[in-house]
């Protein structure tokens, strides 16, 4: 584990918030400055999305973010440059989700140096399957980068052993079926789920998917989670306050204060 995750997970004292934001969304020059209104705001993480024109995994509201960020001209450069910016004044970890075929274009090792040199501290791509995961992890720990594998729901318990044997970081625990996006409520099955992952995994156990309300954060964490992410909420207020930039870094930081408040509490996983 990267010492900036490995301090975050040890130094908390509670299950972390991971606030996930889009690069580019509603702007590239807007995006470190709605990263640092974040980690002020009680993030012990940042989640920074590589925008997609295909993201599969993703719901209405983070799709739409991505067609914001590549009508602004988002590309892998401009989301090193949004990474390292931030870097230059922050020692808040960053984890990089991206779909698999960007760093695949770029040249899968070329991809996780740049990565590495612009100071994020993980990468997790959503769309790449345990039997595929081989070159991406290889690639980010040469590059001295954890690599973020996914397990969901429906992952059995020896798939469950074999993903978090490979995985670095952290384990990203998708808790809902589907797409991201907030959900009512939480699934009953996921304190068992907690528990199984725990159970195999010598690495924090992260959740995402579905988590947007401070009742689905103190959940998750009496769940036994190691931290949470938030994506679609967060994001939300972004497009909420689309038209008035005076106000977006505000209100990103208004919900996360208002996350991080649920977790406060709350025990380490």
Do not use: W
């Not at 991971?18 to 705001?41: F, I, K, Q």
């Not at 075929?101 to 040199?117: C, H």
């Amino acid at each position: 584990m990267t010492t900036r995750l490995g301090e975050a997970f040890s130094s908390a004292g509670r299950p972390l918030l991971v606030a996930c934001l889009v690069a580019g969304d509603p702007s590239p020059e807007a995006t470190p400055a709605l990263m640092r209104a974040a980690a002020a705001a009680g993030a012990d993480a940042i989640e920074l999305v590589m925008p997609h024109s295909d993201p599969v995994a993703d719901g209405p509201v983070m799709q739409r973010a991505m067609q914001r960020a590549l009508s602004a001209g988002t590309t892998p450069d401009t989301l090193f440059a949004i990474v390292q910016e931030f870097r230059a004044g922050s020692e808040v970890p960053v984890v990089i989700l991206t779909y698999a075929n960007i760093p695949v274009q770029r040249g899968i090792g070329t991809f996780y140096r740049d990565a590495a040199r612009a100071g994020a501290d993980a990468v997790a791509v959503a769309d790449v399957p345990l039997e595929e995961a081989g070159p991406f992890c290889r690639a980010a720990r040469e590059a001295g980068v954890d690599p973020v594998l996914f397990a969901s729901v429906t992952t059995s318990g020896d798939r469950l052993r074999r993903i978090a044997a490979c995985a670095g970081g952290f384990l990203y625990l998708v808790s809902v079926l589907g797409v991201t996006g907030v959900r009512e409520g939480v699934d009953p099955r996921i304190p068992r789920l907690v528990g199984e992952a725990k159970a195999v995994s010598g690495i924090p156990v992260v959740a995402g998917f579905g988590i947007g309300a401070p009742a689905h954060v103190r959940a998750f964490a009496e769940a036994g989670v190691d931290g949470v992410i938030v994506g679609s909420a967060i994001v939300a207020e972004v497009e909420r306050t689309l038209g008035d930039p005076d106000l977006v870094a505000g209100a990103v930081g208004a919900k996360v204060s208002e996350l991080a408040r649920a977790l406060g509490d709350q025990p380490p996983g």
